[in-house]
T-cell receptor, first 118, second 115 residues
Framework: AQSVTQLDSQVPVFEEAPVELRCNYSSSVSVYLFWYVQYPNQGLQLLLKYLSGSTLVKGINGFEAEFNKSQTSFHLRKPSVHISDTAEYFCAVILYNAGGTSYGKLTFGQGTILTVHP | DTAVSQTPKYLVTQMGNDKSIKCEQNLGHDTMYWYKQDSKKFLKIMFSYNNKELIINETVPNRFSPKSPDKAHLNLHINSLELGDSAVYFC??????????????FGPGTRLTVL
C-alpha cells in the first residue's frame, strides 16, 4: 500500500520569505513523485516531478523539490515567495513495479494551503 | 484551445436525481481519469480508461458509471444522487497510463452540489 502525508495543512508566510512544504510517502516499491498546485476555483497544474536521476528537481514558478529516499520525503521549497503563490499544493505519488507498468494511479496527499501575506 | 474540458462547470441537483458530467480532451491522449475532491480537498482517483478500456476502478458505488465512447471522451454518469456525492469532480488525461509515467493534465473541475 502507498500513502502520502503532507505534514502541514496550512502554511502562512510573508512575501519574499522562503517556504518549505513537507511531504512524506510510504511505499515498499519504487515511486514517482509530484507536486501539483491548485489556484482558487481552478484545476490542478503540475509544478514538478521526480522520475529518476538527480534528486533535486526544479519546476515552474521558481519551485524546487528534493527527493530523499532514506527519509521517504519530497519536500517542496521556494527561496522567495510572491503573493501570487497563494494556492493549495498537493504532493502525489505513482507506484510502479519492476516491469515498469504503473497504470498512472496518482495518490494525493491531503493538501497544504500556502497563504502569502504582504 | 482548452486541452481538457469538462461540462458543466457547476451542477446543482436534488437527491435521487441522475446526472452526467462530460469530459473531452483534444491532446490525442490514450488514457483518461476521473478524480473526486471532497469537501476537505482530499483528491482520490475513481476510474481510469485507456483507449476506451477500463483499467482502474477504485472502490466506488456502482451508482457511478463511466462511459468512454471514444478515447477523447470520458463521461461520468451518476444515478440516484446522494448528499455525500457533493464534491468537485476532476477529469484528467495522459498520453499513456499503462507504461511508465506520463504527465496527467487536469480539467477545470465540475462542482456538484446535491441538495
Amino acid at each position: 500500500a502507498q500513502s502520502v502525508t503532507q505534514l502541514d495543512s496550512q502554511v502562512p508566510v510573508f512575501e519574499e520569505a522562503p517556504v518549505e512544504l513537507r511531504c512524506n510517502y510510504s511505499s515498499s516499491v519504487s515511486v514517482y513523485l509530484f507536486w501539483y498546485v491548485q489556484y482558487p476555483n481552478q484545476g490542478l497544474q503540475l509544478l514538478l516531478k521526480y522520475l529518476s536521476g538527480s534528486t533535486l528537481v526544479k519546476g515552474i514558478n521558481g519551485f524546487e523539490a528534493e527527493f530523499n529516499k532514506s527519509q521517504t520525503s519530497f519536500h517542496l521549497r521556494k527561496p522567495s515567495v510572491h503573493i501570487s503563490d497563494t494556492a493549495e499544493y498537493f504532493c502525489a505519488v505513482i507506484l510502479y513495479n519492476a516491469g515498469g507498468t504503473s497504470y498512472g494511479k496518482l495518490t494525493f496527499g491531503q493538501g497544504t494551503i500556502l497563504t502569502v501575506h504582504p | 484551445d482548452t486541452a481538457v474540458s469538462q461540462t458543466p462547470k457547476y451542477l446543482v441537483t436534488q437527491m435521487g436525481n441522475d446526472k452526467s458530467i462530460k469530459c473531452e480532451q483534444n491532446l490525442g491522449h490514450d488514457t483518461m481519469y476521473w478524480y473526486k475532491q471532497d469537501s476537505k480537498k482530499f483528491l482520490k482517483i475513481m476510474f481510469s480508461y485507456n483507449n476506451k478500456e477500463l483499467i482502474i476502478n477504485e472502490t466506488v458505488p456502482n451508482r457511478f458509471s463511466p462511459k468512454s465512447p471514444d478515447k477523447a471522451h470520458l463521461n461520468l454518469h451518476i444515478n440516484s444522487l446522494e448528499l455525500g456525492d457533493s464534491a468537485v469532480y476532476f477529469c484528467a488525461s495522459s498520453q499513456k497510463g499503462l507504461i511508465l509515467y506520463n504527465e496527467q493534465f487536469f480539467g477545470p473541475g465540475t462542482r456538484l452540489t446535491v441538495l
